[in-house]
């Protein structure tokens, strides 16, 4: 299953809405996981099975989508949300993921 | 808190294996499964496969298959991951990740990353 990422890089003012969209091929239900990766670290689960929140993730973060389109979107933007985003499908195996989306705050 | 710690990096030459351990806290081991992922330096994120922990039953992306084997130690709560005949397009971050998905899958949380770096 291909997941193919838009955009691959962006640049946002602190306080702005960011959306970021994951296309599936062929499509695959609501197994879409959203992921932030900042330099040298891990990445950090943010949204599961589409939408559904992760402990601890702050609520400017959420997920949409089913089937084929899935977004995620961080309402208000902070500077600790600089860092590479990926999505990640779980509806089969191989588990693929997103090219990735690198966002850099202005 | 759960927590995966995962050994530190390697050096191998090509044509070498490499055994990265990953060791799981703040849970029963043998309940969740356990993934592996891969990050080449500049690039993104591949997933090599998954181990049940409580059987020791993996399943591999078809690109490693027959180069890799994911096992685990009850015992001291480890999976490990080998990966046999490396060349030097293996050199990369290699992760472990629990999956705490119930009808889906996940990962979270990840190990901290062990880079192997395969180089003559």
């Known amino acids: 299953i291909q997941m193919t990422q838009s955009p691959s890089s962006l640049s946002a003012s602190v306080g702005d809405r960011v959306t970021i969209t994951c296309r599936a091929s062929?499509?695959?239900?609501?197994?879409v996981n959203w992921y932030q990766q900042t330099p040298g670290k891990a990445p950090k689960l943010l949204i599961y099975?589409?939408?559904s929140l992760q402990s601890g993730v702050p609520s400017r973060f959420s997920g949409s989508g089913s089937g084929t389109d899935f977004t995620l979107t961080i309402s208000s933007l902070q500077p600790e949300d600089f860092g590479t985003y990926y999505c990640?499908?779980?509806?089969?195996?191989?588990?693929?993921f997103g090219q990735g989306t690198k966002l850099e705050i202005k | 808190q759960v927590q995966l710690v995962q050994s530190g990096a390697e050096v191998r030459k090509p044509g070498a294996s490499v055994k990265v351990s990953c060791k799981a806290s703040g849970y029963t081991f043998t309940t969740f499964y356990i993934h592996w992922v891969r990050q080449a330096p500049g690039q993104g994120l591949e997933w090599m496969g998954i181990i049940r922990p409580s059987n020791e039953r993996a399943s591999y992306a078809q690109k490693f298959q027959g180069r890799v084997t994911m096992t685990r130690d009850t015992s001291t709560s480890t999976v490990y991951l080998e990966l046999r005949g490396l060349r030097s397009d293996d050199t990369a971050v290699y992760y472990c990740a629990r999956d705490p998905g119930t009808s889906s899958s996940w990962f979270d949380p990840w190990g901290q990353g062990t880079l192997v770096t395969v180089s003559s």
């Open positions: 062929p499509r695959i239900t609501n197994n």
């Open positions: 099975a589409a939408s």
């Open positions: 990640q499908q779980s509806y089969s195996t191989p588990y693929t």
